[in-house]
């Protein structure tokens, strides 16, 4: 594959200074982009390093330990939009990603891909990585859209169904989309890295099916649990 320069790389922040002028222009707020792009710089910066005594790790305490934090962080960051307080809330999500999004890893590791080990890291720590944030995203949205709703006016059930349904928006988008307006990550590099794209086409359909399942899966669990939350503290009308 291809190495990209560190000065070809700043080729790439060309379109997206354009993206923060705008924002700055019509927001005047530019401060959690610039702190996104921060914290994605300095995280994938360290990763890289952390990554290469990761795949070189032969123990399952170790790769245990790191998929708990990978949970343990996600539960945080899909609660950034929730009406819910942090304390109630978090478990919640806490629950639902491990349930969703690791019922989901289970199944794909061990059942489509049958690791032996099961903590084979270079396969096991990228698979979860996109499974949890598809659960980290979807929870996020399923929170947001319930709360809105339910401030409207609509009862649990109704504001249930709408939010699940807006928690599975971006992830039906991209079933429709691929292989007519993109090849995702996965496909795409390993048609760079030189792999058949008959076997790449197979993993991006295994990895489509794993990242809506647990989007699914996830959100529904949270609008589950969190059902107590949000009914005791609607207001009851005269």
């Known amino acids: 594959m291809k190495t990209i320069s560190?000065?070809?790389?700043?080729?790439?922040?060309?379109?997206?200074?354009?993206?923060?002028?705008?924002?700055?222009?019509?927001?005047?707020?530019?401060k959690e982009a610039l702190y996104g792009f921060a914290r994605m710089l300095l995280q994938l910066s360290v990763i890289g390093y952390f990554l290469i005594y990761l795949f070189a790790a032969e123990s399952g305490w170790v790769i245990g330990a790191v998929l708990a934090g990978m949970v343990l962080v996600a539960s945080g960051i899909s609660l950034r939009t929730s009406k819910v307080p942090l304390m109630q809330a978090?478990?919640?999500?806490?629950?639902a990603i491990f349930a969703g999004g690791g019922g989901t890893l289970a199944v794909?590791?061990?059942?489509?891909?049958?690791?032996?080990?099961w903590f084979?890291?270079?396969?096991?720590?990228?698979?979860?990585?996109?499974?949890?944030?598809?659960?980290?995203?979807?929870?996020?949205?399923?929170?947001?859209?319930?709360?809105?709703e339910m401030a409207r006016g609509d009862d649990y059930t109704?504001?249930?169904?709408t939010a699940f349904r807006a928690s599975l928006?971006?992830?039906?988008?991209?079933?429709?989309?691929?292989?007519?307006?993109?090849l995702p990550g996965m496909m795409t590099g390993q048609i760079l890295s030189g792999v058949s794209p008959l076997v790449a086409a197979r993993y991006q359909i295994m990895v489509m099916c794993m990242m809506y399942a647990a989007a699914g899966?996830?959100?529904?669990?949270?609008?589950?649990?969190v059902k107590r939350h949000v009914v005791d503290e609607q207001?009851?009308?005269a």
């Open 158 to 161: 109704a504001a249930r169904s």
């Open 6 to 30: 560190l000065i070809n790389l700043l080729f790439a922040f060309v379109p997206v200074a354009l993206v923060l002028l705008v924002l700055h222009q019509w927001a005047q707020n530019m």
């Open 235 to 237: 207001p009851v009308e």
């Open 90 to 95: 978090y478990p919640l999500a806490l629950l």
């Open 217 to 225: 899966l996830s959100a529904a669990c949270y609008l589950v649990l």
């Open 108 to 117: 794909i590791s061990q059942g489509v891909l049958a690791l032996d080990p």
């Open 120 to 148: 084979e890291a270079r396969f096991i720590i990228p698979l979860a990585g996109m499974i949890f944030a598809a659960s980290m995203n979807s929870i996020s949205l399923a929170g947001e859209r319930l709360g809105a």
């Open 169 to 182: 928006i971006p992830i039906t988008n991209s079933l429709f989309a691929v292989g007519l307006v993109s």
